[in-house]
């Protein structure tokens, strides 16, 4: 091979060929010949063809991802070096495996956390800081910060001595306090078997499956596969039931009873609501004690002793209820259920349940807690337990090893999924934080859109991810399509109540009509709701819910503008919400409760602000159905001087947010959580008698006059539904 003279190559080229690898001709490199990589070559020289080189076109290098089991063994090796105060370089340094790293240890719940770990336009963070990220996501331990200071060897293993002492300790405690389980559900003389509370086989499947139609699709916090199968297996010999599946069973009993009305249950099972309400709740109570709850960390206690919570809610003071929500809350923490590296540890099937629970639990305690007019909701940004799955229980079994593909389109879970993910859009959005704990909008994600309103693009969102997959004529899908409008056009308020008041100004007549028209919204919803037959088994979830709201948001605005444009549609859509809330609750709320004269005292200021003007001049008009509807009501009532007229309250309902908690005292008597257990022995389900007692003593039950207006909810905020 001929050689290239010296002085025919310049230092650039003998630069360049240095640097740059010279590559065989396409002609040779396809006939898979020898070239002397000189262009053109002697071989195409010969052929009379044209020489053309070879690009340098390098391989993409495959990008490998671990196995799941491998970045689970190589973060619980980095946290330990963490906690250790080891420095080292972590093996990941790439953003996806940084993501998985952050996301298992709780820095961030899912790819649209990202912006809080990546920097502006999605430009990396050095490795340092993300090493920094990784150790400031998981809590330091004391015990191993204690081992630090006193370890005297490279060899100490820290891990297996606070295994031993955590160990230690707990048996120390139940061996110290045998009894402290009845601190709050009282305290009992004897044990009770509870076999002898547990329905007949054949009511135990239909309250089973009466659970599965009314309930578990609006909370889902069990996976019916498995639960199913052990119900069947503890119906051979209900003798031998684990105390923690007991009491899980005696949940689902009270909330069967819960969600059906008086009517089915007397034709179903022969008894009373009342009755079978308090049978069941006294026995999950006693299998909550016999399993010992306070200590427990097992999950279906824990979630028995949720839905026993639930069946009190139409029938006990929220002060009461939210009490004994902030214990189940401390017990779920303690079990790690809140945080997202604890939950990675579990199976697939334990991490998802634990996850539907602690949201579950979540959005129940904020409810009850805005009604109480309390600020300490766990609904913040304070946790990072990763939203539950869009999918079927199906697609969930204990054995699996790789989590299911979220489904695209409606499931069975898409009432709790969406109701999840409004949630989670709220803890973080700056306007709800001013109402709950303002302190914590600077740790919160950033929810800012140019568009301004940040709830129009979370409705964009819902709608296209969720809502456009919903069939009308499916009972799940039609309560899911019209409660989170509903819900979505309440954050509208809310949003604009907070930026008034963090920038006071009048506000336009234009702007006015939009507001009351979101207030159209969530009634027009509500009354679809709960006239609809469709929605018959969730009315018990609806009843939580009354929209208060934009029933204060319409009779304010009435009230300042009595002729506006949209005054004669605002009587009308409050008359028929009015309408369809008392037909679907029987009709049976007394105006002697407090909470109903506050309301009948609000609307008649509204209508008289628009009547006397109009009899003023002579001009006839009809008497709107819910002000007609309160008239009949009251007619032949003597309310004593508690219903205010307009000249008694002027003041009352334009500091109504303010004052409403002083104007709603309830009359129940609440300390049927922390009631002495000397119940009544009663036997089997014939002994109808033997529960009187029983209704009377428990103060959580409704009063003598059936279901009152104090069971609904009368509270300023209700958009975490």
């Known amino acids: 091979m001929s050689q290239t003279p010296a002085s025919t190559t310049s230092p650039a080229c003998t630069d360049v060929s240095r640097n740059k690898r010279v590559l065989a001709c396409v002609l040779c490199h396809q006939r898979k010949i020898r070239c002397e990589r000189k262009f053109p070559c002697s071989n195409c020289a010969r052929s009379g063809v044209q020489c053309v080189p070879s690009t340098d076109n390098p391989r993409p290098r495959r990008r490998r991802f671990?196995?799941?089991?491998?970045?689970?063994?190589?973060?619980?090796?980095?946290?330990?070096?963490?906690?250790?105060?080891?420095?080292?370089?972590?093996?990941?340094?790439?953003?996806?495996?940084?993501?998985?790293?952050?996301?298992?240890?709780?820095?961030?719940?899912?790819?649209?956390?990202?912006?809080?770990?990546?920097?502006?336009?999605?430009?990396?963070?050095?490795?340092?800081?993300?090493?920094?990220?990784?150790?400031?996501?998981?809590?330091?331990?004391?015990?191993?910060?204690?081992?630090?200071?006193?370890?005297?060897?490279?060899?100490?293993?820290?891990?297996?001595?606070?295994?031993?002492?955590?160990?230690a300790v707990i048996e120390a405690w139940d061996m110290l306090y045998k009894n402290s389980d009845q601190l709050l559900l009282g305290s009992r003389k004897t044990a009770i078997d509870l076999s002898t509370l547990q329905p007949q086989p054949a009511h135990i499947f239909r309250l089973w499956q009466i659970y599965l139609d009314n309930v578990n699709p609006l909370l889902k916090v069990t996976h019916t596969p498995t639960l199913q199968s052990r119900v069947i297996q503890a119906m051979s010999d209900v003798t031998k039931i684990d105390a923690s599946l007991e009491a899980l069973m005696f949940g689902i009993y009270c909330m069967s009873i819960l969600?059906?009305?008086?009517?089915?249950?007397?034709?179903?099972?022969?008894?009373?609501?009342?009755?079978?309400?308090?049978?069941?709740?006294?026995?999950?109570?006693?299998?909550?004690?016999?399993?010992?709850?306070?200590?427990?960390?097992?999950l279906d206690s824990l979630t028995a002793l949720y839905l026993y919570l639930v069946?009190?809610?139409?029938?006990?003071?929220?002060?009461?209820?939210?009490?004994?929500?902030?214990?189940?809350?401390?017990?779920?923490?303690?079990?790690?259920?809140?945080?997202?590296?604890?939950?990675?540890?579990?199976?697939?099937?334990?991490?998802?349940?634990?996850?539907?629970?602690?949201?579950?639990?979540?959005?129940?305690?904020?409810?009850?807690?805005?009604?109480?007019?309390?600020?300490?909701?766990?609904?913040?940004?304070?946790?990072d337990c990763k939203l539950p799955s869009n999918i079927y229980d199906s697609d969930l079994w204990p054995e699996m090893k790789d989590a299911p593909r979220e489904e695209t389109k409606s499931t069975e879970a898409v009432f709790a999924v969406v109701r999840y993910e409004i949630a989670n859009f709220m803890?973080?959005?700056?306007?709800?934080?001013?109402?709950?704990?303002?302190?914590?909008?600077?740790?919160?994600?950033?929810?800012?859109?140019?568009?301004?309103?940040?709830?129009?693009?979370?409705?964009?969102?819902?709608?296209?991810?969720?809502?456009?997959?919903?069939?009308?004529?499916?009972?799940?899908?039609?309560?899911?399509?019209?409660?989170?409008?509903?819900?979505?056009?309440?954050?509208?308020?809310?949003?604009?109540?907070?930026?008034?008041?963090?920038?006071?100004?009048?506000?336009?007549?234009?702007?006015?009509?939009?507001?009351?028209?979101?207030?159209?919204?969530?009634?027009?919803?509500?009354?679809?709701?709960?006239?609809?037959?469709?929605?018959?088994?969730?009315?018990?979830?609806?009843?939580?819910?009354?929209?208060?709201?934009?029933?204060?948001?319409?009779?304010?605005?009435?009230?300042?503008?009595?002729?506006?444009?949209?005054?004669?549609?605002?009587?009308?859509?409050?008359?028929?919400?009015?309408?369809?809330?008392?037909?679907?609750?029987?009709?049976?709320?007394t105006p002697y409760n407090p909470l109903y004269k506050f309301f009948v005292s609000i609307v008649l200021q509204a209508w008289e602000a628009r009547s006397v003007v109009l009899e003023q001049r002579g001009e006839p008009f009809s008497v709107p159905g819910i002000v007609a509807d309160i008239k009949r009501r009251t007619a032949n009532l003597s309310l004593d001087g508690?219903?205010?007229?307009?000249?008694?309250?002027?003041?009352?309902?334009?500091?109504?947010?303010?004052?409403?908690?002083?104007s709603l005292q309830m009359e129940f008597d609440t300390h049927g959580f922390f009631y002495g257990m000397n119940w009544p022995d009663f036997r089997g389900e014939a002994s109808e008698d033997a529960h009187a007692n029983l209704s009377a003593q428990s103060s959580l039950r409704r009063g003598e006059t059936g279901q009152t207006w104090g069971e609904r909810n009368w509270y300023m905020q209700g958009s975490n539904s």
């Open 66 to 167: 671990p196995e799941r089991a491998l970045l689970d063994r190589l973060r619980k090796y980095e946290n330990l070096l963490h906690q250790n105060n080891v420095e080292f370089e972590p093996l990941h340094k790439d953003s996806s495996a940084t993501r998985e790293l952050l996301i298992g240890a709780g820095a961030c719940n899912s790819d649209d956390d990202l912006s809080d770990v990546t920097g502006a336009n999605n430009s990396p963070v050095p490795a340092d800081s993300r090493s920094a990220m990784l150790h400031t996501a998981t809590a330091k331990d004391f015990w191993h910060a204690m081992d630090n200071v006193f370890r005297d060897s490279e060899a100490h293993d820290a891990t297996a001595e606070n295994q031993k002492r955590e160990a």
């Open 259 to 298: 969600s059906l009305p008086e009517s089915e249950c007397q034709s179903i099972f022969g008894f009373s609501k009342d009755h079978l309400l308090a049978r069941y709740q006294f026995a999950c109570q006693q299998a909550l004690l016999n399993h010992g709850y306070l200590r427990s960390n097992n």
């Open 311 to 383: 069946s009190f809610s139409l029938s006990t003071d929220p002060r009461s209820l939210s009490s004994m929500l902030g214990i189940a809350v401390r017990i779920a923490r303690r079990m790690g259920i809140h945080s997202e590296a604890a939950n990675t540890k579990f199976s697939i099937l334990d991490s998802e349940l634990r996850r539907r629970l602690w949201w579950s639990l979540v959005l129940f305690d904020t409810r009850v807690t805005e009604k109480a007019d309390h600020k300490s909701a766990e609904l913040s940004p304070t946790w």
């Open 427 to 589: 803890r973080h959005a700056p306007f709800y934080l001013d109402f709950s704990n303002p302190a914590l909008k600077s740790i919160a994600r950033n929810t800012a859109t140019s568009e301004g309103s940040t709830v129009l693009a979370l409705e964009r969102t819902i709608e296209d991810k969720y809502l456009k997959f919903c069939d009308p004529e499916n009972p799940l899908h039609f309560m899911t399509m019209w409660k989170t409008r509903a819900q979505l056009a309440q954050l509208k308020l809310l949003e604009h109540y907070s930026s008034c008041f963090s920038s006071p100004a009048t506000i336009t007549e234009s702007q006015s009509d939009a507001l009351i028209g979101y207030a159209f919204q969530m009634l027009q919803s509500d009354t679809k709701l709960t006239a609809s037959p469709l929605t018959k088994g969730y009315h018990w979830m609806l009843r939580l819910y009354f929209p208060l709201p934009a029933y204060l948001h319409i009779f304010q605005d009435l009230r300042r503008r009595p002729f506006s444009n949209l005054a004669s549609q605002a009587w009308e859509i409050v008359s028929e919400s009015h309408q369809a809330r008392f037909e679907a609750e029987g009709s049976r709320e």
């Open 642 to 662: 508690h219903l205010s007229n307009t000249s008694e309250s002027e003041n009352s309902t334009g500091l109504v947010m303010n004052n409403l908690d002083m």
